[in-house]
């Protein structure tokens, strides 16, 4: 058997962080931390904090030589500043104790995202003094802990907790701005500054960093890293580069931040907050980086594009989905970017040591009677090793390869349902079991390599010898011909599951009929039954039935009903899909249409990507709206805002706001749910900001419906004192009284826009999104 080795000394283990496992979040005097209560998951997770012995003996079984963990500040300091608690340092003294003892170097991360709750309170990372109370916190760790941990890392991924915790706010602790996103990004690397010197003056053998770095690219790039760029998207690609990679490792490598950067810093937050001296500091010469990396960035130029909140900065930047590999978070997998990252760090910042601190994936594992057979995860770890080898032979000086994660945990705002684990955790029980991930992985660390020979992916071959049944069958049961007896497509999907079998093309052309079905996917509608899709369910079936297609119906309600959906989509049980209507900023849109079945969505999605849609112009509609009610004299409107996360109600918003603008007026706006109650508290709210309100414009027809019983309620005669105007058109809009002003958005031809739209793709031709035009209907309210 001949290996590929890795360097001799070459560091293999696993990083863990501390929220993600630990559980006990009220034990022995820890204090709140800002994830606690952002998380809608039990805190219990792995419930490592009372389980540790046990998780250091799995590592130990593994031949671990490495262990990455966090220290949770709060169980240091629960006010975050101020009294330490000693109890919360016995915890990481008892497990550094049986590290040590098991033959495992501890590697300890003293930022892993879970700010305690009194320092966000006092402003968060957004405010400067967050980078001192850090600085505190690092001494007071490293004075009891420091003799036994081989590396210090003062943060993990700044560009994440910054970005996503104060820019797009899906991450704890949920705030939305552009200036408060760049302000933690700069107070993070103070804190890693004024860290590494109060690490070092405590004694700390060596002190480093951990970043997300993420190969930016177009779509064309990826299969052809060296593919030359029009103008427009180079900058693209080095305007995404500097926020997520430069941002970060200039200053702490160079002592500056990127020339191309600072402008984009200066129009979202001023430069106040960078201070003199404060790059200096930043800049502390470190011993070793630790570089996390899962997926590439892939971006393109598109003009009309709005800024992504997670990137201020990047207006006309499009996020591409690419038609790769996924893992189940639905991250493209692309081993070769891990090569391409390390040859450019390493020519770029050439002083530096690194370790790659995480690397893994999220994969639907089936536990079966004889283990879990996760194929898909050693795939993905053995590939990205592979690359890594082939940097290392380049001279990228890379010290070892840390896997995400020894436990399946709570992956953050995602909860449990991620599993990322080389041990599955059953969270009913607490039971840990090893997966065969796992045991490869020992044997990896074991061999100090890989076999040159990689290990057989399950064949259709090997699926019907184990379901004993023909290779047609089981390609049938793959294409989901309706040929198949229900009992031996149970046994051969079975059978897929255990094996964890990805059919190949050769598997699916075997048989070459198509399926003739189409998935339909429902969201619960948001609000009771929803006309719309109502409406779409009816005129999509009968027009698609119409075309010779039978309608699978699916409901997407739960975590669990969306990876039924996409497995069902991936076995190529359905020829294509339709989704109605993607609301939320959830994945199950991107995950579908990586699977390369045609898809076409009804309604813009929140996350801009090249899958087709079908809506109806919002915006336009808004304005028009607006504009009838300024020409009607009106001065003084109100706009009552359904939930700012749907995207309709964002581009309604963004008509109005741009009619008022024109007029020279400013906006008005009340918050509400999609209830007429909430219409008319809205409304009452209106009408006490401004006492001369003249106007009102509801995002829904159901809201202005609410909007009409306040204004009766509070004497104001509809439309003399108060003109009320509203969006939809449904069918009680005309039964009003007076009849309801309102914008009819065409609901049949979305209907048949959609059908046809998908009808199209499935014969392969070109298609675009349609944007349907919306209409005022004036009747008696305006
Ligand atoms: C990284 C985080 C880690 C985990 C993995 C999946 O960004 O550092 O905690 O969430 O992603």
């Known amino acids: ?56 003996q799995l590592m130990k079984d593994l031949g671990m030589a490495a262990y990455r963990f966090s220290v949770s500040w709060a169980r240091v300091f629960p006010e975050g500043a101020g009294k330490a608690n000693p109890a919360g340092l016995d915890f990481y003294d008892r497990l550094l104790d049986e590290l040590l003892a098991a033959g495992i170097t501890p590697y300890a991360t003293l930022y892993h995202w879970d700010l305690p709750q009194a320092l966000e309170d006092a402003g968060g990372w957004p405010s400067r003094d967050t980078a001192r109370h850090f600085a505190d916190y690092a001494a007071a760790v490293c004075e009891r802990l420091g003799d036994r941990v081989d590396t210090w890392f003062t943060l993990n991924e700044p560009w994440v907790a910054a970005f996503l915790g104060y820019g797009s706010g899906i991450h704890a602790p949920g705030r939305k701005s552009a200036a408060e996103a760049f302000k933690s990004a700069h107070h993070m690397l103070l804190a890693h500054g004024l860290g590494a010197q109060a690490l070092r003056s405590a004694g700390a053998a060596k002190v480093g960093a951990v970043l997300n770095i993420s190969p930016v690219m177009t779509p064309a790039q990826v299969s052809d890293f060296g593919r030359e760029l029009s103008e427009e998207d180079a900058e693209a690609v080095a305007r995404i580069d500097a926020l997520v990679n430069r941002q970060f490792l200039d200053p702490m490598l160079r002592g500056e931040y990127p020339a191309d950067l600072l402008p984009i810093i200066e129009r979202s937050a001023g430069l106040n907050h960078i201070q003199e001296g404060d790059l200096e500091t930043i ?23 709005p800024a992504d909140p997670a990137f201020p900065g990047s207006e006309g930047i499009l996020f591409c989905t690419i038609p790769t590999a996924v893992t189940a978070m639905g991250w493209p997998i692309v081993p070769n970017c891990l090569s391409l990252l390390l040859r450019r760090i390493s020519r770029e910042y050439p002083d530096i040591e690194l370790m790659i601190t995480e690397n893994g994936a999220d994969f639907v594992d089936v536990v079966t009677g004889d283990g879990i057979h996760d194929m898909e995860r050693i795939s993905f770890i053995e590939e990205h090793l592979r690359a890594l080898r082939s940097a290392i032979a380049d001279g990228a000086r890379v010290r070892g390869y840390l896997v995400w994660t020894l436990l399946d945990n709570l992956e953050w705002a995602d ?164 989704l109605l209507p993607p609301d939320r900023a959830d994945t199950l849109a991107e995950r579908l249409s990586r699977t390369g079945v045609p898809i076409v969505l009804l309604g813009k999605p929140a996350i801009a990507s090249l899958v087709p849609y079908v809506d109806v112009d919002n915006a336009g509609g808004a304005a028009a709206a607006t504009e009838h009610l300024l020409a009607l004299g009106r001065r003084h409107l109100g706009m009552i805002c359904g939930p700012m996360d749907l995207v309709a109600v964002q581009d309604r918003l963004a008509g109005h706001r741009a009619a008022l603008q024109r007029a020279g007026l400013q906006p008005l706006l009340a918050l509400a749910d999609l209830t007429r109650p909430s219409g008319a508290a809205a409304t009452r709210r209106l009408l006490g900001d401004d006492p001369a309100l003249d106007a009102v414009f509801a995002a829904t027809d159901q809201l202005a419906i609410g909007a009409l019983r306040a204004a009766r309620e509070a004497g104001r005669r509809v439309p003399e004192d108060l003109a009320i105007v509203g969006f939809d058109d449904i069918d009680a809009a005309s039964a009003t009284t007076p009849g309801l002003t309102t914008v009819r958005v065409p609901v049949a031809d979305q209907a048949l826009a959609l059908a046809r739209l998908l009808l199209s793709r499935l014969e392969g031709r070109h298609t675009t999104s349609v944007v349907l035009p919306t209409r005022l209907v004036v009747r008696d309210s305006a």
């Not at 501390?18 to 419930?47: K, L, V, Y």
């Not at 570089?291 to 130029?301: E, L, R």
């Not at 992916?457 to 089981?474: C, D, F, H, I, M």
């Open 1 to 56: 058997m001949s290996i590929a080795s890795f360097p001799e000394g070459f560091v293999w283990g696993v990083s863990t962080s501390a929220f993600q496992i630990e559980g006990a979040t009220s034990a022995d005097g820890r204090g709140p931390a800002i994830w606690d209560a952002f998380s809608a998951d039990r805190a219990e997770a792995c419930d490592h904090y009372h389980r540790y012995p046990e998780d250091v």
């Open 283 to 305: 800049a502390q010469p470190i011993d070793l980086l630790g570089i996390n990396y899962y997926t590439p960035s892939v971006v393109q130029a598109q003009p009309s594009e």
């Open 415 to 578: 909860g449990y349902q991620r599993k990322f684990g080389l041990v599955h955790v059953d969270f009913g029980t607490q039971r840990r079991r090893m997966k065969d991930s796992a045991l490869w992985y020992r044997d990896v660390i074991r061999r100090n390599g890989l076999v040159e020979t990689r290990p057989k992916r399950p064949t259709l071959e090997t699926v019907a010898a184990r379901a004993r049944v023909s290779r047609a069958t089981v390609s049938r049961v793959v294409n989901g011909e309706a040929s198949v007896s229900p009992d031996v497509r149970a046994t051969v999907m079975r059978v897929v599951q255990e094996l964890g079998y990805v059919p190949n093309a050769a598997a699916r052309s075997l048989v070459t009929r198509r399926t003739n079905t189409i998935a339909l996917v429902l969201s619960v509608p948001r609000h009771g039954g929803d006309p719309l899709t109502a409406a779409v369910v009816q005129y999509v079936t009968s027009m698609l039935e119409g075309a010779g297609k039978q309608i699978t119906l699916m409901l997407a309600d739960t975590a669990e009903s969306h990876r039924r959906i996409v497995q069902h989509v991936e076995a190529r049980l359905v020829d294509g899909v339709v």
